[in-house]
């Protein structure tokens, strides 16, 4: 049976007895607890624990897993591997013992057709329920179950769910050994190729359990184990499942898989670690220095390791993907979506290996060399942290090469070597200081400009060396790399940000500067230490970059949309260009009519939905002029100049990040323009996500003033002109009616006044209104008019005069009696005060005058 049918098989089955198909979950677990997917059940931990309730009762699946705990003798056995799939079917409170065992049954027996004979059943030694189900249920003899101790029972932890299990064998035949059965015979006659676990307790802190109220079955069969057994071979490796990879590794080291048993361990791990690694890039996995991209790189270098020290010096990673998609790539199409991109990962990681081994194994022969000489079995220390410090040799690479040669690292004298190395880098460090721009110099001089490699997305993260680390203040520090994906910030658009991993540091990375003539600085915060020689793994912020370069080629767009609406006139004066919005400034001399806005948003927009492509035209500054590309403000032009073109409007010289394609932008708003200065305006706007946000910002401001003028989306702009005209109409109102209260008010002053001269108290009105009432007085035949009053805590005073006083003059003299000042003409001033209970002092003074 080939892997295909057996894929098939298995899951046809379930399928036909009431089975949810859940396709396989990634290998990066959602469980932080866990570095890979290790079991089937991993997916549905969280429907076991309860924190989530099952979408379905039951489920199959064929789970991709990674278990890193046998990498170091992989290929030196016929079955061991550190990727496998994990066929099972489960119950989330369904199905229970009885009806695992006979679904397990009838596809064994039935759907894969082994001899019951050869067949073998292990319980808990506690489990009557599932002795009794194997055997009159399904009909066992007694003498083939066999109950066990703790191999047969299943816990998630010290705490949660947890139950017996029960496991079937399949018998290799006396060949392989004495018989007995499992419990008996641990060696290679019977190999377990099933297990059931039945979860039906609970284990709470103390070890006390709980029969749970929804009983659960999760089972798991290996799927490679379980097809080297159906077609009656000793090897996983000799099924179909690896053909095409024991070829490509055979091809690669020149020699027949079976000719020597040195070189079919090469074969084998060369082979096991090519589709291990296919399929962890492909789930999203890249190679770094901690964590889950360590393991990653760990079995690239294994791969790349066994084939040169086979005599290959041929490149692997290739042929062993398309090995691997040739296998998997029916059940994986992603594998064949991302074929190019795991390729040039694995390939980038396995050409950075190859220059290592090149200069690290003359050193490590050499030693190795001296050691057999001496008669001794141990490797110096401080050898093998000179291969760990400058060839980027991880201390387990030497372990394993020394290893064949009966050799074994002094591990005291290593890490010695490796904390002297640390203290000097933090003496070193404490005598930095980011200010001295010297040290800039020196460090460019001694190690020539950072190379920036990060343009394109496969190039977001990076393995580098690290060239210089400078302390800065307050706990910032700036990590100086060869080469890196971090953008440093030039032409308006901000720098990179993200991190910048060693195996014993962490710079969180804040800002990317070019600190002198291209020198990138990578500032930030930074844990553990990072010291020069290292290899670190450098990756930007994606996400960050993904919004910037949008924004950055949505600038260039309406640069190109202003020329074409305003004129040639118009140039860049100024720009930012940074994840959240873009900032433009430019020469006009005038402030946009809405109409302008209009058309140069239609035109960018229009350019936006052709998806043109960006193009990038590296040639000399003269044939970019020739070609009428547009210099940006500020920037400053080697002979080389990099040229951007955007769709067929827009030609720049330009040196930062841009879309691929126009369409990548998803739409451009602009949200602001205004002057800036004389004859400069700054126009600010958002693309992508960011003009979605305002968008839908905007729509629900637009949904609540509907909402408040009680009409719909559609109606808001004439519900609103009538709200207005209403509006309107009643400020007419009360002005007339407050005009008509004044003219009353005014009568009552002068019937009950006499003299030339009138003062009086007015509360309840403003300054505006006082001086009105004054005015009215004064038409009435009165030469003089001073009216004082308090409103809202407040005191206004207004003098209103014919040539017999000077009203200016009046106001400020009484204002200072209540703390204030006014002014005005010398017919007619207003004045304000803070002090109320100044007024009696103001009308004294005013019937003096």
């Known amino acids: 049976m080939e892997a295909a049918q057996l894929r098939s098989t298995f899951l046809t089955y379930f399928e036909q007895n009431h089975h949810q198909l859940v396709p396989s979950a990634s290998l990066i677990p959602h469980d932080p607890t866990l570095l890979f997917t290790v079991a089937g059940m991993v997916p549905f931990k969280p429907f076991f624990t309860g924190e989530e309730i099952a979408p379905y009762n039951r489920a199959v699946s064929i789970q991709k897993c990674f278990r890193a705990p046998d990498i170091d003798i992989i290929g030196t056995t016929q079955r061991h591997l550190t990727f496998f799939e994990m066929m099972g079917n489960f119950s989330f409170g369904d199905y229970f013992k009885e009806g695992a065992i006979k679904y397990a049954w009838g596809l064994i027996t039935e759907g894969f057709g082994l001899d019951p004979d050869r067949l073998w059943i292990t319980v808990h030694h506690s489990d009557d329920d599932a002795a009794d189900l194997w055997r009159d249920l399904i009909g066992i003899r007694p003498e083939r179950i066999q109950r066990l101790d703790e191999d047969n029972f299943w816990s998630m932890g010290e705490v949660g769910p947890c139950g017996p299990c029960s496991e079937i064998f399949f018998d290799k035949g006396e060949s392989f050994g004495e018989g007995g059965g499992p419990a008996v015979n641990d060696g290679d006659r019977f190999i377990e190729f099933w297990n059931l676990v039945f979860m039906q307790y609970d284990k709470a802190p103390g070890g006390v359990m709980t029969e749970l109220p929804k009983k659960n079955i999760d089972t798991g069969a290996g799927f490679e184990r379980v097809l080297s057994i159906l077609n009656g071979v000793e090897s996983v490796f000799a099924t179909d499942l690896f053909s095409p990879l024991l070829e490509t590794a055979s091809r690669a080291v020149g020699v027949a898989y079976g000719a020597h048993e040195s070189s079919d361990v090469a074969i084998r791990r060369i082979a096991e670690h090519g589709r291990a690694m296919t399929m962890l890039v492909a789930d999203g996995v890249l190679p770094s220095n901690e964590g889950r991209g360590y393991v990653l790189r760990r079995i690239i270098r ?20 398309d090995a691997t998609i040739e296998k998997m790539g029916v059940a994986y199409p992603t594998l064949v979506k991302d074929r190019e991109l795991i390729i040039e990962v694995l390939e980038r990681e ?18 190795s060399a001296d050691v057999r000489a001496k008669g001794s079995a141990i490797f110096p220390g401080d050898v093998a942290f000179r291969l760990h410090d400058t060839h980027g040799f991880p201390i387990e690479l030497t372990n394993e090469i020394i290893a064949d040669a009966g050799l074994h690292v002094d591990l005291e004298s290593f890490r010695e070597s490796m904390a002297a190395q640390r203290a000097r880098a933090r003496a070193s460090a404490k005598t930095l200081r980011r200010a001295d721009d010297t040290q800039y110099k020196d460090l460019l001089e001694a190690h020539g400009a950072t190379e920036f490699v990060g343009r394109d997305v496969a ?11 400078l302390a800065g203040e307050k706990g910032e520090s700036e990590v100086f790399l060869d080469s890196t994906p971090f953008y440093a910030e030039a032409g308006g658009q901000v720098g990179d940000t993200g991190s910048i991993v060693t195996e014993s540091g962490r ?29 670190a793994i450098a990756t930007i912020d994606p996400d960050r970059r993904e919004s910037t370069r949008r924004n950055h080629t949505a600038t260039h767009l309406l640069h190109a949309g202003l020329r074409r609406v305003l004129g040639d006139h118009v140039r860049q004066q100024g720009s930012y260009v940074g994840p959240d919005r873009l900032r433009f400034d430019f020469s006009h001399g005038q402030g946009l009519h809405v109409a302008e806005t209009q058309e140069i948003l239609s035109q960018v927009n229009t350019d936006v939905v052709t998806n043109a492509p960006v193009e990038t035209i590296q040639t000399s500054k003269s044939e970019a002029q020739s070609m009428g590309a547009v210099a940006f403000f500020g920037d400053k032009y080697g002979d080389r100049v990099r040229v951007v073109r955007a769709g067929t409007h827009s030609l720049e010289f330009c040196g930062g990040t841009h879309v691929d394609r126009l369409g990548d932008i998803g ?15 700054r126009l600010e706007a958002v693309s992508g996500l960011g003009a979605f946000a305002r968008a839908y910002e905007m729509e629900r401001t637009l949904g609540s003033v509907a909402a408040l003028l009680k009409t719909s989306l559609d109606d808001v702009v004439p519900a609103l002109e ?34 030339d001269l009138v003062v009086a108290r007015v509360d309840g009105f403003g300054g505006e209104q006082l001086r009105t009432l004054a005015q009215d007085l004064q038409r009435r035949g009165r030469r003089g008019v001073v009216l004082v009053g308090a409103h809202e805590g407040k005191v206004a005073i207004a003098v209103a005069s014919d040539d017999s006083l000077d009203a200016t003059a009046t106001v400020k003299q009484l204002a200072a009696l209540v703390g204030g000042g006014g002014g005005g003409s010398a017919r007619l001033a207003l004045a304000g005060g803070r002090h109320p209970e100044g007024i009696d002092a103001v009308l004294v003074a005013a019937k003096a005058l």
């Open 667 to 681: 739409q451009i708003q602009i949200v602001s323009e205004a002057s800036i200065g004389a004859n400069t305006r």
């Open 350 to 367: 396995e050409a950075g290996f190859a220059r290592t081994l090149r200069t690290g194994m003359n050193l490590l022969d050499e030693a």
């Open 302 to 321: 294994r791969a790349v390791l066994a084939a040169r020290r086979a005599g290959s010096e041929s490149s692997l990673a290739q042929s062993l993907v």
């Open 507 to 535: 710079l969180v990375v804040l800002d990317t500067q070019s600190v002198a003539s291209g020198l990138y600085a990578h500032r930030g915060h930074l844990t553990g230490e990072i010291v020069a020689g290292q290899v």
């Open 459 to 469: 190039r977001y993260s990076v393995e580098t060396t690290v060239v210089a680390v």
């Open 722 to 755: 009538r709200y207005v005209e209403r509006q309107r109409e009643i400020d007419k109102e009360l002005v007339a009616m407050r005009q008509s209260q004044l003219s009353r008010f005014a009568d009552e002053l002068h019937a009950v006044t006499t003299g």
